[in-house]
């Protein structure tokens, strides 16, 4: 029996998206959404909860975000499933699912939604947590890659979010092996002084040392070999076009020869969108392209290339354009007024976002109300105003009344 009355939080790093930042959030997938659309994405959900099998084979059992932070559990029926980490392995898996594969052509989708990682929170580091993300399948050209970036830019501009790309190319399974070996030699010779995550990684994962957050690992690294020296001739012409495509369109980037991504799925282009404004947790969005994760799910070859926008850190960076935000408020001065009120909100809400308030009340408290809700403009109605065929408006910005004749408003 439950006699306890303790109240019951939300758990730790999990948050509720309400009032102001609920507004913000719709806000940004509305109009985020709008330009995913415009560059042909459609509408994917895939479930919350999948086959904890699809992690491993997509992100990788050596990455942390498998090795450490999954909500793993079996269920009732002994499956072993676990919340999503992430959103491309669904895609990926409802890709081959669907023989798409075998199917061939391009397919390019969106989707919005909670992420879960057990990871230690902080600010813009939080255990659920929302990402937008693109995912294209069936385009092996480079043009892509820079049409994802501009994508990106897009979105991040109409917020009017300043941002610093940095990019990188991690190779493919013909010249991503020789620079691992490299890299692991010239780490062998001072393993000992790396940190203990490092250490283990040296084994299991040795590029992620190269993006290790720790100052000594970091100085240890000044002169380890560098991937984009150990390109072979494809991955090399790729990324030098890649650079000229983003340099002719005017696109400011920073090579990062240490941005190794913390999925095991990329190959060539990988890259990250980072903020200088919202602290430590600074990287805004990230993706690459991921050439080979079809056929680790069990499918065709097939090229893809995507990213995910983290939306908790971005809307630190978001206002909304105050011209976009009307917000309209129809209030009566008396009850036989209610009727017309009533008839007035439902015409002005086919085009105005409208809140109508039933009570009748005096001026000053409508405006009260209004303000509380975040209304910008107030229309109030009463006995003398339906007799004159008038409402009366404030703007509750600019402070401005008018007497609108009721066939116009
Ligand atoms: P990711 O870099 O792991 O990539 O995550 C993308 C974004 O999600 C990050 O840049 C960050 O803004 C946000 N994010 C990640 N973890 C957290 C967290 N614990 N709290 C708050 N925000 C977070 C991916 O997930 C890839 N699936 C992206 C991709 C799509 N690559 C190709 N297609």
């Given at each position: ?63 942390d ?129 790396l940190c203990e995550d490092c250490n283990r990684r ?6 992620r040392?190269?993006?290790c957050?720790n ?195």
């Open positions: 029996m439950l006699n306890s009355t303790k109240t019951i939080q939300s758990l730790r790093g999990m948050k509720d998206i309400v009032g102001s930042e609920s507004e913000l959030f719709t806000y940004f997938i509305e109009n985020a959404s709008k330009i995913a659309q415009k560059y042909g994405f459609s509408y994917i959900e895939t479930p919350l909860l999948e086959e904890t099998a699809l992690f491993k084979r997509s992100v990788g059992e050596s990455s975000i498998v090795n450490k932070e999954m909500y793993q559990f079996i269920d009732k029926g002994e499956n072993d499933v676990c919340l999503r980490p992430e959103g491309t392995a669904g895609v990926v898996r409802h890709f081959v699912e669907k023989k798409l594969d075998r199917a061939g052509g391009t397919y390019k989708w969106y989707y919005y939604g909670p992420m879960f990682r057990y990871e230690r929170p902080q600010k813009g580091r939080l255990r659920e947590f929302h990402q937008f993300g693109c995912e294209v399948f069936g385009i092996a050209n480079v043009y892509e890659d820079a049409n994802i970036i501009m994508l990106i830019r897009e979105i991040l501009e109409y917020f009017d979010i300043g941002f610093t790309l940095k990019l990188n190319s991690l190779g493919c399974v013909l010249c991503m092996p020789q620079y691992k070996n490299n890299l692991v030699n010239h780490l062998n010779s001072f393993k000992s002084e040296v084994d299991t994962n040795p590029i040392v190269l993006d957050k100052e000594k690992c970091q100085t240890l690294l000044k002169d380890a070999p560098k991937i984009t020296n150990s390109l072979c001739s494809s991955c090399n012409s790729d990324f030098e076009k890649l650079k000229e495509i983003l340099d002719f369109n005017k696109i400011n980037y920073e090579i990062d020869s240490n941005l190794v991504r913390g999925l095991d799925y990329y190959n060539k282009t990988a890259f990250e969108f980072v903020s200088n404004e919202i602290g430590a947790q600074s990287a805004i969005a990230g993706g690459g392209r991921y050439d080979r994760l079809v056929e680790f799910l069990g499918g065709k070859s097939t090229a893809g290339i995507g990213f995910a926008i983290g939306i908790e850190r971005l809307l630190e960076l978001v206002k909304i354009k105050k011209e976009e935000k009307e917000f309209l408020y129809i209030g009566v001065l008396d009850e036989i007024s209610l009727n017309k009120a009533f008839e007035i909100a439902i015409k002005k809400r086919k085009t105005t976002k409208t809140y109508i308030e039933y009570t009748p009340r005096g001026f000053a408290k409508h405006f009260g109300i209004a303000q509380k809700l975040g209304c910008n403009i107030v229309a109030l109605i009463g006995e003398k105003e339906l007799e004159n065929g008038i409402i009366y408006t404030k703007n509750l910005n600019t402070k401005e009344e008018n007497n609108i004749i009721l066939e116009d408003f």
